[in-house]
């Protein structure tokens, strides 16, 4: 019951952040490359001085092509990796912009669930989750290779 209910868990917060985020990000992704300068000038924060319209892009797709995969509970751990980073990235322009944490605390809240995404996984209910089932299971057409246990040997 309990592992029942972590993974119910999971799957609310996968589709709740993932769904916001494909909104989120989408009209960054989907924008041209004068938004695309304009989101990924915040990387000047971490003395980045050129590439800003790539970074742009890159946020847009990290937030909206992750969102994408967490609903999915596909790739769940490397999506979150990368959404974590760009929350990073946009609570420290916004603590720098905005002289303070609270215009902060969003992104630094999103991040902290994305980060710990990246250690909890996807979960059961998940097409991760589902591959990871199907490579495990013995082949049919391969017959029963297996050990008996040490104990019956």
Known sequence: M??????????????GFGFMFIFHGAPKLFGDAAKWESVGMAVRYFG????????????????????LLLVLGLMVRPAAFFMAVTMVVAATKMFMEKEGLG???????????FLSLVFLGAGR?????????????????????????????
């Open 48 to 67: 980045i001085e050129s590439g800003y319209a790539w970074w742009g892009f890159a946020a847009g797709l990290a937030e909206c092509g992750g969102g």
């Open 125 to 153: 209910y998940s097409m991760d989750a589902m591959m990871q089932k199907k490579s495990s299971a013995p082949s049919e057409d391969a017959g029963d290779t297996s050990q008996p246990p040490a104990s019956q040997v």
């Open 2 to 15: 309990r592992e029942s209910l972590r993974n119910i868990g999971l799957l609310i917060l996968r589709l």
């Open 103 to 113: 215009p902060a605390s969003q992104a630094i809240e999103a991040g902290v669930a």
